[in-house]
Nanobody, 121 residues
Framework: QVQLVESGGGLVQPGGSLRLSCAASGSIVSINAMGWYRQTPGKQRELVAN???????NYADSVKGRFTISRDNAKNTVYLQMNSLKPEDTAVYYC???????????????WGQGTQVTVSS
């Protein structure tokens, strides 16, 4: 099993910055990709950004140029630096990892518990 623990959410004013962190632990053999999704009430969870083991990244159009995803493979940790935050960035942010665990043999998606980000004056 793989556990994901997120940190770094909170309340910030428009134009401000936050940095989210997510650390993976457990019986990990390998992690293919790590990323961040977000969800607001009544809407589907959407991809914010992800990063694969080779370093390639993907971003939602709405966050390009403002958010930066990075990864520390040695620590199995992914970060999301969020700058120039807007009220529409308000959501619960979920960490995601696609990983293979000991005894698993399959690449499976794992999710964190979510962290609230609120952008408001």
């Amino acid at each position: 099993q793989v556990q994901l623990v997120e940190s770094g959410g909170g309340l910030v004013q428009p134009g401000g910055s936050l940095r989210l962190s997510c650390a993976a632990s457990g019986s990990i053999v390998s992690i293919n990709a790590m990323g961040w999704y977000r969800q607001t009430p009544g809407k589907q969870r959407e991809l914010v950004a992800n990063i694969i083991s080779g370093g390639g990244t993907n971003y939602a159009d709405s966050v390009k140029g403002r958010f930066t995803i990075s990864r520390d493979n040695a620590k199995n940790t992914v970060y999301l630096q969020m700058n120039s935050l807007k009220p529409e960035d308000t959501a619960v942010y979920y960490c995601n990892a696609v990983a293979t665990s000991v005894g698993g043999g399959l690449k499976l998606p794992y999710w964190g518990q979510g962290t609230q980000v609120t952008v408001s004056s």
